[in-house]
């Protein structure tokens, strides 16, 4: 049931509460991690299934070294599931006694066209299920609901992932009046 309909019992508001509050997740940039995320990318793109789970399985553990907590496993299935909602894009599975390790799944190809996950939806999902364990794991809220503050830890996550690009957009006027987009990198624009 959507959060906004459900009613929760007052520990349920404090954690809810809480989780809003928490907006990051600071962790240090590093070139491994990042150098894993491109071998995501790379894995993606050869539509192998086995390679990705590799791949992704090696930046969700260097998420955790980074982070100090016990690693997950992470499983990347093929068509995502649908139902009335939608499609599921990835789903966290805490251990809970049932298990060795926490479980993330995720799938890397859509519903009808069966195409691959762009790389961005890909990874954006992997971080959101990590997210989920760093809930319990590292911040130790009782409950890991999908607040406006979870949404930025998730980001904070992803900026952490990926470079920065040193590009920015520029509008160059055109003729009648109309404003051309094009990409500039800082320093190397010409003057008029």
Known sequence: MPYSRRRFSRSDERAYARSNAITAIRVLPSAVLRTRVAAVAAALATED???VELASQQVLDEFC???RVAPLRVEVCGKRPTN???ELHGLYTPANGTATRD????WMRTARRLQVVAFKTFLRTLLHELCHHLDYEYLKLE???HTEGFYR????LVYTALPRTTERRVREP???GALRVAR???GLEQSP
Do not use: K, M, N
């Open 184 to 186: 500039s990198i800082p």
């Open 143 to 145: 409950c890991s609901f």
């Open 153 to 156: 830890r998730e980001s904070s």
């Open 103 to 106: 479980r993330v799944q995720v």
């Open 65 to 67: 070294q980074l982070l």
């Open 84 to 86: 009335h909602y939608g």
């Open 49 to 51: 299934r086995r390679r």
């Open 174 to 176: 055109l003729a009648g």
